[in-house]
């Protein structure tokens, strides 16, 4: 749902109703991908598979094909004409498609609201963002061009109308830009950060009972590439967090962004020692509980309130997304610890 002048007071908004049951472009040189050809797809030309398997056209993969970016055996360069075989692996390294190689499909989303500038996402935990290694189907790109052909025509890139992200596991609102005007001024406004991001956390360690800034520079782990840490030659980061309840270990929360960094609150909540529930990227292992887990396969992390100014008419405007149910229910989870 959507509400126009709001102030951004973060805590006077969190009620009943929001709480009830109602992630970056592709590198230049992507790491090399393996799959392994199955069954039901022998003797299926090369194209037709790689095209089908990754959701992009044919016509791409066929130029990718003949450049080298795909191969068998010890490293053999093939045709596109050439008939795979049911398990053997085909090594690609490919480069990033432009929007016209990508094949536009159905994707699960919802949209909380419209017009002819801008479309507000809510997205499922699960949907990724935009095709990267690993997820070249499915994405919320492909449903987007699948719902909207016109945002294809903004820009040439994989990404179009696509001005931030949200991480796989994570859920919530995301604004996406209809036009080239749009864009423009959207990735202004976030860049100026005149965009208030606000998100639903639930952590488990240090009890956060109090009001803070986290102001900790963010960059990659030397130790492990997957992951960011906080460093002090990182990019300059900041979330502010506003602790609603508290029980046993486990604090709710909303935290304010004010900057856009990679996994940001993840990797300040961890730093604090207060990781949040199901981040087994982030985690700490000693307190991972495999018998009675409260969350799987994601993160207890809700993009639930977005505001920023109309990228036409620089009307403020606030969105407001509902806890969705997996999540509503390790709350009342948590809520029980304690009572008889």
């Not at 419209?114 to 935009?130: L, S």
């Not at 997820?135 to 699948?146: A, E, I, Q, S």
């Not at 990797?267 to 982030?282: F, M, N």
């Not at 977005?306 to 969105?319: K, Q, S």
Request: aromatic share 8%.
């Amino acid at each position: 749902m959507s509400e126009r002048n709001e102030g951004l007071d973060p805590i006077k908004f969190v009620d009943e109703e929001s709480l009830s049951d109602q992630g970056q472009a592709l590198s230049a040189c992507p790491e090399e991908e393996k799959i392994v050809v199955p069954p039901d797809m022998d003797g299926i030309r090369m194209d037709v598979f790689l095209s089908d398997f990754l959701g992009v056209s044919r016509t791409f993969i066929q130029r990718v094909i003949s450049d080298g970016y795909v191969k068998v055996f010890q490293g053999k360069r093939v045709k596109p004409s050439r008939s795979v075989l049911a398990g053997e692996s085909l090594r690609f390294r490919l480069p990033p498609p432009q929007r016209t190689d990508l094949v536009p499909e159905p994707v699960d989303f919802s949209v909380v609201y419209e017009d002819d500038d801008i479309i507000v996402v809510d997205k499922p935990a699960g949907v990724v963002v935009h095709p990267a290694p690993g997820h070249w189907r499915g994405t919320l790109v492909h449903g987007l061009l699948y719902r909207y052909p016109d945002i294809g025509t903004i820009n040439d890139v994989v990404r179009p109308g696509i001005v931030h992200r949200l991480d796989s596991t994570t859920s919530g609102l995301l604004v996406v830009a209809r036009n080239t005007l749009s864009l423009n001024e959207l990735q202004r406004s976030f860049r100026d950060r005149e965009v208030g991001k606000f998100y639903l956390a639930l952590s488990d360690g240090r009890v956060v009972g109090e009001r803070m800034s986290l102001d900790a520079p963010i960059g990659r782990d030397r130790n492990n590439r997957y992951r960011m840490t906080v460093t002090d030659d990182g990019k300059d980061a900041r979330t502010d967090v506003y602790p609603l309840w508290n029980r046993g270990r486990y604090s709710f929360m909303i935290c304010e962004l004010h900057s856009g960094r990679t996994h940001q609150i993840r990797v300040h909540l961890r730093h604090l020692g207060a990781p949040l529930v199901g981040d087994e990227l982030y985690g700490f292992r000693k307190k991972v509980r495999k018998s009675d887990p409260l969350l799987e396969g994601r993160v207890f992390l809700h993009a639930w309130k977005l505001v920023l100014p109309h990228p036409r008419t620089a009307e403020i405007m606030n969105f407001r997304s509902v806890l969705p149910r997996d999540l509503s229910s390790v709350l009342s989870r948590v809520l029980s610890i304690g009572r008889n």
